[in-house]
């Protein structure tokens, strides 16, 4: 069995703590970028109006 101490197990699940806060922020930020990039992707469909449907036709062939 390994030798675990009150602080060297402490420090451990400190290392572990720290590590899922820095995902759940990683998380939190990729996030909001696709977030921004459905934002960007709305807006430039509102600009260019609705799709001819010539090219909706087109894009079912492909």
């Known amino acids: 069995m390994l030798g675990f101490n009150g602080k060297n197990l402490r ?8 590590k899922v806060v820095q ?7 990729i996030d909001q970028v696709f977030d921004s990039f459905h ?3 709305t807006i430039s469909k509102s600009m260019l109006g609705q799709r001819k449907p010539s090219a909706k036709n087109l894009d079912k062939l492909r």
């Open 11 to 18: 420090h451990h699940f400190m290392g572990v703590y720290g």
């Open 23 to 29: 995902i759940r922020e990683l998380v939190e930020v």
């Open 39 to 41: 934002k960007v992707n």
